[in-house]
């Protein structure tokens, strides 16, 4: 595996450097009218309450406020100050503005979808709520080959890139100098250089300390056009948390990709530090290619002020199912990935087997998961025995007596790091993407996935998940308890989680 360069290891530094500086300045001001402090604190209260008054109002979530308001009132002062740099959110940015037109790209692009019926009046509330607000219609003429694992995703993908003839497009969170990347590459220079359209978005975070300048400059060169998504910025700001968490690869117009799966070794157990890595993903052949194609294009002209031409093919007539595409963003009030999950779980009827890396959730969101339990649906949810996140897992870790004493079965993957994000229910419907059980993804990251009705991808999800408990530990009561310490560390860590 290809290391981080010097340069790269240089940046990252003056990165943390220039952040801690800005703290460090933000406490000396406070230090140097120390003998105002007094007047300092009581203006700072007074704003810290209109600034909780503002927050209990916003068309947020609960957690959130209730985050936010705890540092505005325990620590007015710092909270503020906090507040004012982070709590803006990002529709009263440019950037978010400017990203408004994104959702009009898409309703203006993504239609359709009108002689797909439902023979479940439940299953056509979910689809019609997708439609309407994804503006993603359900399609068929569509089949799907279904991945529980990175080295089959990696394989298939190779394949399906040096099949390519007129374009490739990818999105990815993480692109990681390494194996696979390298593979990956040599292939989008080939095609590239044959007049094949390349285009890559990455993540200005989730690849920054992977993807070193030079790498990019050699793509470039290839005739690969290449933009990151949010570059980052060493200064505190709300923008910063907005990141593009999506996993897309659309070839020719006739397949395309999604899941959990980024562009890194250990996604495919080359030097995974974390045991084996279990992943999910998905490729879709056909019809519900041309939505992952529109989410992408439409993410492109923001990233590179470029025009972009999308035109609907037309597909072969075939029924193996209804697929859904979905995308969601940070830029309205609308949580799409959440509430998508909530509907499945709400209206199972005989089980929902749930599988996430992450398990970060509101009483919202927990509420619909231990009412379903409570009522007699066979609740599952598969977590990392071993996880890549220690503080992050203490979180998942406090909601585990409330889950059991409810009815959830709750289980640990003891091979490795589990980072499949699963949803099916009934045998009939399931959605695989890119979507975490965390407040990151519902409410501040771009993401993307697909909900299947009745189809082969419902087949592969539950038999993913089936085969996953093999290799699980179940939670049980005896497991939940612990010491007064750590339930008091895990609240603490709970009550702030929506802010991180």
């Given at each position: 595996m290809k290391k981080v360069d010097e340069k790269q290891t240089n940046r990252l530094i003056a990165t943390a450097l220039n952040i801690l500086l800005q703290l460090v300045i933000i406490c000396l001001i406070l230090l140097y009218f120390n003998e105002l402090f007094v007047y300092y604190y009581f203006i700072s209260f007074g704003l810290a309450i209109i600034f909780s008054i503002g927050v209990i109002n916003k068309k947020t979530n609960s957690g959130y406020k209730?985050?936010?308001i705890i540092i505005l009132l325990a620590v007015p002062i710092f909270g503020v100050a906090l507040y004012i740099m982070l709590g803006g959110g990002i529709l009263k940015t440019r950037m978010g503005k400017k990203?408004?037109?994104?959702?009009?790209?898409?309703?203006d692009n993504l239609s359709g979808g009108d002689d797909v019926t439902f023979d479940d009046e439940y299953a056509k509330m979910q689809s019609e709520y997708i439609r309407k607000y994804s503006y993603s219609p359900p399609v068929r003429n569509t089949r799907c080959r279904y991945f529980t694992g990175g080295e089959a995703y990696f394989e298939a993908l190779l394949e399906d890139l040096k099949s390519a003839q007129k374009t490739i497009y990818m999105e990815y969170f993480i692109i990681k100098e390494s194996y696979m990347w390298s593979k990956i590459a040599d292939i989008l220079a080939d095609k590239a250089s044959k007049g094949v359209d390349v285009r890559v978005i990455y993540d200005g975070v989730g690849s920054m300390d992977r993807l070193g300048k030079a790498e990019i400059k050699r793509l470039r060169k290839a005739g690969i056009k290449?933009?990151?998504?949010?570059?980052?910025v060493p200064i505190i700001s709300a923008i910063q948390n907005n990141r593009d968490h999506r996993k897309i690869c659309t070839i020719d117009s006739k397949v395309a990709y999604c899941g959990g799966i980024n562009l890194a070794d250990e996604y495919i157990n080359r030097g995974s530090?974390?045991?084996?890595?279990?992943d999910s993903g998905i490729a879709l052949y056909g019809e519900a290619t041309y939505n992952f194609e529109v989410f992408f294009l439409t993410l492109w002209k923001y990233v590179s002020g470029e025009e972009v031409s999308i035109k609907k093919q037309e597909y072969e007539q075939f029924d193996e199912g209804i697929y859904q595409p979905y995308t969601d963003s940070p830029i309205d009030a609308e949580y799409i990935g959440k509430n998508i999950y909530m509907n499945i779980i709400s209206k199972a009827k005989k089980y929902v087997y749930i599988s996430t890396p992450y398990f970060v959730v509101d009483?919202?969101?927990?509420?619909?998961?231990?009412?379903?339990?409570?009522?007699?649906v066979d609740v599952r949810i598969i977590l990392p025995h071993i996880p890549d996140k220690k503080t992050v897992n203490q979180v998942t870790k406090s909601y585990y007596s409330r889950l059991v004493e409810a009815g959830v079965k709750v289980y640990e993957y003891k091979r490795g790091f589990n980072h499949s994000k699963i949803v099916v229910a009934d045998d009939t419907v399931a959605t695989v993407g890119s979507v975490n059980f965390d407040y990151r993804s519902f409410y501040l990251s771009f993401e993307c996935g697909v909900w299947m009705y009745k189809s082969e991808g419902v087949k592969g999800a539950l038999s993913d998940f089936n085969t996953m408990l093999v290799d699980c530990i179940r939670i049980d009561k005896e497991a939940c308890r612990t010491n007064i310490f750590v339930k008091i560390f895990r609240a603490i860590l709970a009550a702030v989680a929506p802010m991180f």
């Open positions: 209730i985050a936010w990203m408004l037109k994104i959702t009009e790209d898409i309703k290449i933009k990151a998504f949010n570059i980052f530090r974390f045991g084996h890595f279990k009483d919202e969101m927990l509420s619909t998961i231990t009412n379903a339990a409570k009522c007699g």
